[in-house]
């Protein structure tokens, strides 16, 4: 019995104690850091207000741009807007809700060429660029609007 108690004692007083505060220290190295999440996309774009200032800021450099402007000069420009900004704004994961027609549908019978598409993606480039969206949020966006091309071009 008196051996029991003993023992006891050193485990409560000794090992117990270093026990816990190894497991306390592994326990705590062994955790991934945790790491902030990067914003999202749409966040990093300022949300809708941002969105709709890219919007108007692309529209009114395609329509400076004659290489397309001819596409959008029977548009009504602020549904097209309205389209756009739902559009990136649901793309890029905020709360907005794309309803109009899908990309094959919106632009069947139009024709547009391979041109006509680098334009329009240069110019949206160019103003991403100039509306200060950082680099990784360019990049991010144009490869979710690049795949549409396929649905766009040549129909």
């Known amino acids: 019995m008196r051996h029991q ?3 006891r004692s050193v485990l409560s007083t000794a090992v117990l104690p270093a026990a816990l505060a190894a497991a306390v220290f592994l326990g705590g190295c062994a955790q991934p850091q945790s790491k902030m999440a990067a914003p999202s996309l749409y966040s990093q774009l300022g949300g809708e207000q941002g969105i709709n200032t890219v919007v108007h800021a692309f529209l009114v ?3 400076k741009d ?8 029977h548009a009504n420009i602020a549904k097209l807007q309205t389209a756009l900004v739902n559009q990136i704004g649901q793309l890029s994961g905020g709360p907005q809700v794309y309803t109009g027609p899908d990309m ?3 632009h069947k019978g139009m024709h547009i ?5 680098n334009a329009f993606m240069q ?14 949020a360019q990049q991010e966006l144009i490869g979710l609007l690049a795949p549409m091309k396929s649905d766009i071009v040549g129909h």
């Open 61 to 63: 450099n395609v329509g």
């Open 123 to 136: 110019d949206f480039s160019n103003t991403l660029k100039q509306e200060h969206v950082t680099p990784l």
């Open 113 to 117: 060429t391979e041109a006509q598409w």
């Open 66 to 73: 004659p290489r397309i402007n001819g596409r959008f000069a």
């Open 5 to 7: 108690l003993v023992l």
């Open 104 to 106: 094959y549908q919106a």
